[in-house]
């Protein structure tokens, strides 16, 4: 989904180096309507954004079977889990790229902004990508293991899979590591947030 806006007059746009305007990729969270991104989107158009709303894998028209749903996939060792959000950063990498693309946008006001597993995908790719400059995290965090083994109303029954699976909570951290915003947050420093 994509609203992009070039600000002036009464949308109130700032404009940029060359009248090109900021850009972010936004990211949702777990479940729901997407008619709340859509309104996000469009308002951040209309203060001037080039705003692109992606589809994370297991969402929207990309959702598949229940079981592969992102929540779901932390189960069973977790693989799945490290595809997935593999896959989120890449798709967010390419969005971004796509976006700084734009003659609209400044590239180097590129930014994301995420809500609770949006917030945890985007803090990720922002820690990887030095492309993303601006941020806005809102209800996320690190220590995904820890989330989901102490008890995350959102990963609900997920710890007991794992623990059946004999996973502990160590164990978990350490094949999560790759995907934990914890292992990025440093690179974080200097950028704004």
Known sequence: EEASGRGGGECGGRGGVGGRDAGAVVLQWV????????VICRGMAL????????YMPHYGPRRGPARERMMASLDGGGELALRTFRQSV????????????????????LGIMGISLGCILGSLTAGIDPAFKRHCFVIGGGDLAGVVMNGSPEAMGVSA???AAGMSLEDLRAVWEPIDPLTYASRLSGKTV
């Open 31 to 38: 479940g729901g309507s997407f008619d709340p991104w859509r």
């Open 47 to 54: 203060k001037g954004m080039g705003t692109l709303m992606i």
């Open 90 to 109: 890449l798709d967010t990498r390419r969005a971004g790229d796509w976006l700084s693309s734009r003659p609209e946008v400044d590239k180097d006001r």
């Open 161 to 163: 899979a794992l623990g």
